[in-house]
C-alpha cells in the first residue's frame, strides 16, 4: 500500500471534503496507475458519500468518524435499495467493495471494513411488499400537508404531493421543472417525468408519462407556490441539492414519522396501489385484492403500466409496491 505519511487530521489528511479524500487516496493506493480501477471504486465511492448526506444517511463528511456501525447502516441502506427494486445484487456488493477498498486506503489499516459485502446484503432477492405503504388515506395526507406548513415546510409539502399524485421519487420533486411539467399538464392532459431521474433515463428514449389528472394538478400548482422566487424547481437557485436535503427536507422527516408516514418511498407505493385499483378495478394485492386471480392478463399490463410510470422499465419490480402474485 502507497502510504501517503500524513494519517492526522481530517479525512486522515486527504482534505476537507469526503468526496475529494477518497478518490485522492485510491490515486496514492495505486500509485498513480490502473486507471480504469480507480475510476470504479471512486464512483461508487460518490454513490457512499452521497449515502452519507442524504436523508437516510449520518451526515459525515469525515471518513475519521466512519466506524463499522456506518458501514452496516449502508448495508442496510443497500439491501432495501435491492428489495425495492432499485439496485441489482451485484451493484450493491460492488458498491460496499469499493467502500471497503477506499477506507482501507484512507485508514491504513483493514480496521473498518464489511467482512463479507455478500453475505452482509444476502444473496436472495426478496422484493415483494407485504406490508401495505402508508399515506394511501387521503385524510392523513391532508393532515401531513397541514402540519408541514403550519411548520412552515410547504417545500416538503410540495414533494410529499408530487410523490404521492405523480410517484416521483425524492430527487424527481426536487428537480422537476415546474413550469414545462405544468405547460404539459394544461395542454397534453399528462405529464412526462424527466429531471432527476435514475441512471440516465430520460428524453426522448425513456418517456415516463403520467396522467395529469386533478389532483396531479393540485400537487403542481402547490409545488408553484412553494418554488422560491426565480427558480424553476423547489430548490432555490443559490441553493445546492445537498444542502436542501440536510437543512431542510431531513429535519421535517420527523413530521412526518409523528404523523404515522414512514418515509418519501411510501408514498410512490401509495400512488403504485392506486394506480393498480384504477388500472384493473381491484385494490391491489398488498391491500387484500386477488386480482391476478381473476384476470391474470390485466394484472399483467397493469404492472407493465406501473413499472413505466414509476421509471423501472422492469414488471418484476412492481412487486416492491403493489405486492405479489399469491
Same mark, same amino acid.
Given at each position: 500500500m502507497a502510504l501517503v505519511g500524513r494519517r492526522e487530521g481530517r479525512n486522515f489528511g486527504y482534505g476537507r471534503q469526503l468526496s475529494y479524500a477518497g478518490p485522492q487516496a485510491l490515486k496514492d493506493l495505486f500509485a498513480g496507475g490502473h486507471f480504469a480501477t480507480v475510476k470504479a471504486h471512486s464512483d461508487r465511492w460518490q454513490a457512499f458519500v452521497r449515502w452519507c448526506r442524504s436523508e437516510d444517511g449520518p451526515g459525515y463528511n469525515d471518513a475519521r468518524q466512519?466506524?463499522?456501525?456506518?458501514?452496516?447502516?449502508?448495508?442496510?441502506?443497500?439491501?432495501?435499495?435491492?428489495?425495492?427494486?432499485?439496485?441489482?445484487?451485484?451493484?450493491?456488493?460492488?458498491?460496499?467493495?469499493?467502500?471497503?477498498?477506499?477506507?482501507?486506503?484512507?485508514?491504513?489499516?483493514?480496521?473498518?471494513?464489511?467482512?463479507?459485502?455478500s453475505q452482509a446484503l444476502g444473496l436472495r432477492r426478496s422484493s415483494v411488499r407485504t406490508r401495505a405503504p402508508d399515506g394511501q388515506d387521503r385524510q392523513q395526507l391532508r393532515r401531513v400537508l397541514e402540519v408541514l406548513g403550519?411548520?412552515?415546510? !410547504?417545500?416538503? /409539502? $410540495?414533494?410529499? +404531493?408530487?410523490?404521492?399524485?405523480?410517484?416521483?421519487?425524492? &430527487?424527481?420533486?426536487i428537480?422537476? @421543472?415546474?413550469?414545462?411539467?405544468?405547460?404539459?399538464?394544461e395542454h397534453l392532459g399528462r405529464i412526462n417525468i424527466q429531471d432527476g431521474t435514475k441512471g440516465g433515463r430520460s428524453g426522448a428514449s425513456a418517456p415516463r408519462w403520467v396522467v395529469a389528472n386533478e !389532483?396531479?394538478? /393540485? $400537487?403542481?400548482? +402547490?409545488?408553484?407556490?412553494?418554488?422560491?422566487?426565480?427558480? &424553476?424547481?423547489?430548490?432555490?437557485? @443559490?441553493?445546492?441539492y445537498a444542502a436542501f436535503l440536510q437543512q431542510t427536507v431531513l429535519p421535517a422527516r420527523e413530521i412526518l414519522h409523528e404523523q404515522g408516514l414512514k418515509g418519501f418511498?411510501?408514498?410512490?407505493?401509495?400512488?403504485?396501489?392506486?394506480?393498480?385499483?384504477?388500472?384493473?378495478?381491484?385494490?391491489?394485492?398488498?391491500?387484500?385484492?386477488?386480482?391476478? &386471480?381473476?384476470?391474470?392478463?390485466? @394484472?399483467?399490463?397493469?404492472?407493465?403500466?406501473?413499472?413505466?410510470?414509476?421509471?423501472?422499465?422492469?414488471?418484476?419490480?412492481?412487486?416492491?409496491y403493489i405486492g405479489g402474485r399469491e
Open positions: 466512519i466506524d463499522r456501525l456506518t458501514l452496516q447502516d449502508y448495508a442496510a441502506y443497500l439491501r432495501q435499495q435491492i428489495q425495492q427494486g432499485e439496485l441489482s445484487i451485484a451493484t450493491a456488493q460492488n458498491r460496499l467493495s469499493s467502500v471497503n477498498r477506499t477506507i482501507a486506503a484512507l485508514r491504513g489499516d483493514q480496521d473498518v471494513r464489511i467482512a463479507s459485502p403550519k411548520q412552515q415546510h !410547504e417545500r416538503v /409539502a $410540495a414533494i410529499v +404531493l408530487l410523490a404521492r399524485e405523480t410517484g416521483m421519487r425524492l &430527487r424527481e420533486a428537480l422537476a @421543472d415546474l413550469p414545462r411539467l405544468h405547460r404539459e399538464a !389532483e396531479v394538478k /393540485a $400537487a403542481l400548482q +402547490l409545488a408553484h407556490h412553494a418554488s422560491p422566487p426565480g427558480s &424553476r424547481y423547489l430548490l432555490a437557485r @443559490d441553493e445546492s418511498h411510501e408514498l410512490r407505493a401509495a400512488y403504485a396501489c392506486e394506480r393498480y385499483e384504477q388500472l384493473t378495478g381491484h385494490v391491489a394485492p398488498v391491500n387484500g385484492g386477488h386480482g391476478y &386471480r381473476i384476470d391474470r392478463g390485466l @394484472d399483467q399490463r397493469a404492472r407493465q403500466q406501473i413499472s413505466l410510470e414509476l421509471g423501472h422499465y422492469r414488471v418484476d419490480v412492481v412487486s416492491a
